[in-house]
């Protein structure tokens, strides 16, 4: 052990020069100054209002995976909602057989993790009075969207995401109609949605600036700007052979497309540039354009979507004609989905943002995502929902006290699988659990 410890003393001093900075600054470029400025003029203060007393229904799920020797995943997820001293619960354990990589299997058991949190605040909904109410859901509304309905590499699950967005578009449907305000709040230290909201303004001021930019070349310069989010690669070959014509006089626009690949989050932009709490402009998000173009096809001939993207969960399906028929329903109904509003809130300076997310028709907006494409400033009102975040700020270490507590009860640890959970399995089915050697918590005869 004192040997590494000398290697890494001996490291970190030899790279201080470099590791300092990224620990205490992040990223920097020529753009600080300009996102500096707009990062402030984006920012409000905090406005605490007075709010009737509403009914809190807060949401967490968790997962375990345990991959087997034989090739088997087994996967574990339950959610719970509290609403008072009331719990509901849901729970599912099975195993499926898949080639993917492990980030792609991750993925898959977060959706089975989230849907059980709709499902679980639709049985909450169903069971009590919890109209006008507010639910909280841990993580974002938004970013639940992105992943459009298709086939998924768990054998005999291909189809899930259909469950997925049914369920999703359930629970969105029933807040709704019952007048429920659901919110998605997360500390979410990933997300750039308002870094490139601010990047589009400065990227509209550099067009600006530059002479004699032609009508044609301006318009290749907004497609390669709006390409560098989606293909960076693609966005800076069109954009070198613009160099080649203009030179130095697209030196802001190179280092804005440099900018907006950079792991740069709106947490740390807000960090770094924010020193009272406030929140930024609310952003409404829809789809994507490459998504855009699929949700027309949704709309327009949804079965052709699904023989597109389902086929090999239209292999798997025993009922070939009930397939259809469902999937085609579920796919009609994607478009239909609301458009969603974001911002990040500060509640303590010396705190990290909190990510909001809430429907469009919170503030009586009734847009889809069909009706438009990327995000856009809205003009609306966040006090009630800042006011709401504060009742149930706890401080530093304790962001939400309502989810807070869903997510103590909720959580799976790794005890609880290996010595509960695990024993239980291997009773009820009669067989010593054996492990891939990649999972270090192997039970051997």
Known sequence: ????????IDQVRA???????????????????????????NWSPVVEVSIPDREVLAVDGSRAIRPFASGAILYIARS??????????????????????????????????ESLEYKVAIQAIEK????????????????RLTHLPRDLPAEGMKDFMLDYFESYFRLLELCRERSILILGVSKDSRSSFFRDFLLKQIFDGAIKEINNLSVLHKRDLYKVFKDVFVTPSTAFNSFNNLLRIYGDKLHGIEQILYEAVAA??????ICSYIEKSGHTIPIEHSLSRNNASLLKQMEN???????????????????KDSFIERGEKVIRNIPKFPSMISFHVLLDPRDTPIRVDTPSWTFNRDNKI???????????????????????YGGLKNYNIWLKRVDEEVRLSNNTVDQIYSSALEKTLDFTIIHTRGYRRVKYP
């Open 1 to 8: 052990m004192p040997q590494f410890l000398d290697s890494f």
């Open 15 to 41: 790279k201080r020069e470099t590791i300092r900075p990224k620990l205490m600054v992040g990223r920097v470029s020529e753009l600080d100054a300009d996102l500096g400025e707009l990062v402030k003029k």
């Open 80 to 113: 719970l909602a509290i609403h008072r001293k009331k719990r509901f619960r849901e729970l599912e354990v099975d195993s499926f057989l898949c080639k993917a990589k492990s980030s792609d299997i991750q993925a898959f058991v977060n959706t089975r993790m």
């Open 128 to 143: 009590s009075n919890l109209s006008k109410s507010v639910i909280l859901i841990d993580g974002s509304l938004y970013g």
């Open 264 to 269: 740069r989050s709106d947490h740390q932009i």
């Open 301 to 319: 001939n949804p079965q052709v979507y699904l023989k597109r993207y389902f086929k090999n969960a239209f292999l798997e399906a025993k009922e």
């Open 370 to 392: 069909s009706d438009f494409v990327g995000e856009r400033s809205v003009l609306v009102v966040v006090n009630d929902i800042i006011s709401l975040l504060i009742k149930g």
